[in-house]
């Protein structure tokens, strides 16, 4: 089991989730896994959030609903899917710092 659980709901953020994966892979802590849920997005996000599993280096868990159902249900169905001792969530159109999972813990 991932030490941190990183949850990020989204809904038409494909251009700012590129920010936000290369920020997570860039993390010198790496025991954690990034759980993402596209909200029915009628953007290029399913195309985008794809492609990162071919270039990161932790695990990726995607939900992807083909309508949109809201924040709060994406949040709890997110949730249900985490299995790090820790939830940290970041929503998809910002990013974390260097270190920021070494500062948290």
Not at 67 to 86: Q, T
Request: net charge negative; charged share 25%; hydrophobic share 40%.
């Amino acid at each position: 089991m991932p030490k941190i659980s990183v949850l990020t709901p989204s809904f038409n953020r494909a251009e700012f989730l590129p920010k936000l994966a290369r920020s997570l892979q860039e993390q010198s802590f790496r025991d954690f896994e990034w759980i993402i849920g596209n909200d029915g997005s009628t953007d290029n996000s399913d195309e985008i959030i794809r492609s990162f599993s071919n270039i990161v280096q932790f695990p990726i868990f995607y939900i992807n609903s083909s309508h949109r159902v809201g924040k709060s249900v994406m949040d709890n169905k997110l949730i249900d899917e985490a299995r790090g001792e820790y939830i940290v969530w970041c929503d998809s159109d910002d990013y974390f710092v260097d270190n920021a999972f070494e500062i948290l813990l």
